[in-house]
């Protein structure tokens, strides 16, 4: 009998009895672990997974039940789960039930975004959604379009790169506080370094970028941010964007973490000034619970995209493309690329504007807790309110390794995953809130288990 295809009419049938496999395999896993992640560490977990299959290659097959189930069990048995309330270290969010469905979808039909006759009804989805999406950024905007990306990296690439193709070798000013892709992007595309202002209160500061802006020639791309990856604070946008407009400057916003904040009435005038932008990066696999990849660069007219078109005969020929199908070459740089618009657009759709804020402000208020519970504590402190879901805290009179070894411990004892910054020229532990359904018990429990290690290190106890 053949192997199965996940598509076409018979397709359904034949992942059914494999889905069940699956979501068992999931569920065992997932009460196996018990927690955030595995206990044990990088050994324990890595003689896990390798007990799954040796070689990893065999000569005879296993079969697709006993290879689904062995290994499925194995990585979530193994995984940091971000659905856990206290798996909390990263920008790494917890997918939605239904955006994950649609992504199996996605997967079974396969359609290949590269040119319409792989993805006819994609295409179509696609060119609807990212407009939409622009327009919540560049609401006064005529043709605001964007291009769905792998993440915040691709998308400052890509800003830079339109940036550097419409001005030829820009400068970049970005702050301290900027994401390391920016820097990597000006090295990838043959760009001077960035010139690195101050951000002394953790965002950029405005004296300096006016004193930068008139030191150095043009052209000069500013690129700020709206949602640091560590602290999660947001640059005076509006301030930023009058001193690149004095000085003849573009601006770029990197929104990776803050900008699905537009969804939400009570948080989205933490972002104004960001339609000012000449380009916006925004993620939905952040503060919008999807799957990754979830990304897009957004411009405000879908002109600025122009550079990115390129040719290709056997994708986008000519007269295919006067006879009125959509050349989809220009919409990425990459060539193979999976339909994500699917899983937002169902997202979308589900939710509507209503259920998105709301996600989004229990999200923020769960974190305001947090702080709350910090600040009562009498062992802990606080670095600062959260601007956005991110909470910096560490224990009252810690020292930086101790305040390191606290969260390599919890990683240890498989017991909690918290993230590290440095900030005030101290090391702080990093709790990034993005669970929605975080509860205040579990907040509680966490304050509990970073001060029972800190107890336990205070009193020679050898980290487990």
Not at 84 to 95: D, G, N, R, S
Not at 323 to 342: E, F, V
Not at 357 to 366: E, F, N, P
Request: charged share 15%; proline share 8%.
């Amino acid at each position: 009998m053949p192997t199965p295809l996940a598509g076409g009419t018979t397709g359904p049938t034949a992942l059914r009895p494999l889905l069940e496999t699956v979501l068992n395999a999931l569920e065992q896993g997932a009460t196996r672990r018990g927690g955030p992640l595995p206990a044990g560490g990088p050994d324990t977990t890595t003689a896990r997974i390798r007990a799954t299959g040796r070689p990893r290659i065999p000569h005879t097959g296993t079969g697709a039940e006993h290879a689904l189930r062995t290994l499925v069990t194995a990585l979530t048995e193994g995984a940091a789960d971000p659905a856990h309330p206290h798996c909390a270290a990263h920008l790494h969010t917890p997918p939605l039930a239904l955006a994950a469905a649609a992504d199996l979808a996605a997967s079974a039909l396969n359609p290949s975004m590269d040119s319409w006759d792989q993805a006819p009804a994609a295409s179509a989805l696609e060119a609807d959604l990212t407009a939409a999406l622009a327009a919540e950024i560049y609401p006064h905007a005529t043709t605001p379009d964007a291009v769905i990306t792998t993440g915040g990296t691709e998308a400052n690439q890509l800003a830079l790169l339109l940036a550097r193709e419409r001005h030829g070798p820009v400068q970049t000013i970005c702050a301290a506080n900027a994401h390391h892709s920016i820097t990597r992007a000006t090295w990838l595309l043959g760009l001077p370094e960035p010139i690195v202002i101050p951000a002394p209160t953790g965002v950029m500061d405005p004296a300096a970028l006016h004193e930068a802006l008139t030191r150095h020639h043009h052209p000069l791309l500013v690129t700020a941010t709206a949602g640091t990856t560590d602290t999660g604070q947001i640059d005076p946008l509006d301030t930023i964007a009058d001193l690149c407009t004095a000085h003849g400057a573009e601006l770029h916003i990197d929104a990776a973490y803050g900008g699905p904040l537009l969804f939400s009435p009570t948080h989205r005038t933490a972002l104004h000034g960001i339609d000012r932008a000449h380009s916006v990066t925004f993620d939905l696999h952040k503060l919008g619970w999807q799957p990754a990849s979830a990304s897009l660069l957004a411009v405000p007219d879908h002109h600025h995209l122009d550079a990115l078109h390129h040719h290709a005969p056997y994708l986008n020929a000519d007269d295919d493309t006067e006879a009125g199908i959509p050349d989809l070459l220009g919409r990425s740089l990459r060539t193979t690329r999976r339909p994500d618009a699917l899983k937002i657009a169902v997202t979308l759709q589900a939710l509507g504007r209503t259920g998105l804020a709301d996600l989004i402000d229990r999200t923020l208020t769960t974190a305001q807790h947090l702080a709350d519970l910090i600040t009562q504590h009498p062992t802990l402190e606080l670095h600062d309110r959260p601007t956005i879901s991110t909470v910096l805290f560490r224990p009252t009179g810690a020292t930086d390794h101790t305040v390191a070894t606290i969260r390599r411990t919890l990683l240890n004892r498989g017991h909690a995953v918290l993230g590290r910054a440095e900030a005030d020229g101290r090391r702080w532990l990093k709790a990034t809130l993005l669970n929605p359904h975080t509860t205040p018990h579990d907040l509680h429990t966490l304050i509990d288990l970073v001060t029972t290690v800190t107890d336990d290190l205070a009193e020679g106890s050898t980290p487990r």
